[in-house]
């Protein structure tokens, strides 16, 4: 079964400062991994995905993660915080991207000025 | 880009009653849907994958009788809740993936939000 794992319920940074959102997976094949972003009220909007190939992903808004396999991890990064990224984002893993998506538990980005 | 509705957005109703929330691949179709709920300050849990012309697949712990899920063309699924209580008042979420483009990640709706009285 596939699963992941979002370590930190809720990140705090300052405008400007690195974003660092953990993620690790669980998968007996190899996985198809995404982040999802989520505004209030609001439905999901995907960040990126990694399928196969590249294992550094670029996404929208200037975010990136990097699939490593050696350590089950697809963490999500920003160079710089911008007050509008404060959301609430999720990783998720299906074992291929046809089947069903299982998500993290979110972790919710908070930015201060 | 692939747009996904839910309708309605945001309904309110009494205890007892059965609310229906439809779920439309505007410019694509889907063979298959997929239904999520979320509580607040929760992840989304897979309740239910929609398939069109036959049964939906429920997850465990999912009352296929209280959850009635019908998908019966390519572009529209529906989620009907029925004899509804507090205990149901969630978001749900629903996902649709495009027949011709198997490698593409599913498409989101924006959610409803369900409020029982």
């Known amino acids: 079964a596939q699963s992941v794992t979002q370590l930190g319920s809720h990140v705090s940074v300052s405008e400007g400062a690195l974003v660092l959102l953990r993620c690790n997976y669980s998968s007996s094949v190899p996985p198809y991994l995404f982040w999802y972003v989520q505004y209030p009220n609001q439905g999901l909007q995907l960040l990126l995905k990694y399928t196969t190939g590249a294992t550094l992903v670029k996404g929208i808004n200037g975010f990136e993660a990097e699939f490593k396999k050696s350590e089950t991890s697809f963490h999500l990064t920003k160079p710089s915080a911008h007050m509008s990224d404060a959301a609430e984002y999720f990783c998720?893993?299906?074992?291929?991207?046809?089947?069903?998506?299982?998500f993290g538990a979110g972790t919710r980005l908070t930015v201060k000025p | 880009g692939a747009v996904v509705s839910q309708h309605p957005s945001w309904v309110i109703c009494k205890s007892g009653t059965s609310v229906k929330i439809e779920c439309r691949s505007l410019?694509?179709?889907?063979?298959?849907m997929f239904w999520y709920r979320q509580f607040p300050k929760q992840s989304l849990m897979l309740m239910a994958t929609?398939?069109?012309?036959?049964?939906?697949?429920?997850e465990q712990g999912v009352e296929k009788d209280k959850f009635l899920i019908n998908h019966a063309s390519l572009t529209l699924s529906t989620l009907t809740v029925t004899s509804a209580h507090p205990e149901d008042s969630s978001f749900y979420i629903c996902?649709?993936?495009?027949?011709?483009?198997?490698?593409?990640?599913?498409?989101f709706g924006d959610g409803t939000r369900l409020s029982i009285l």
């Open positions: 410019d694509f179709q889907a063979t298959t």
């Open positions: 998720a893993v299906t074992r291929g991207v046809n089947n069903d998506m299982r």
């Open positions: 929609s398939n069109e012309g036959s049964k939906a697949t429920y």
């Open positions: 996902s649709a993936r495009d027949r011709y483009y198997s490698n593409q990640p599913q498409h």
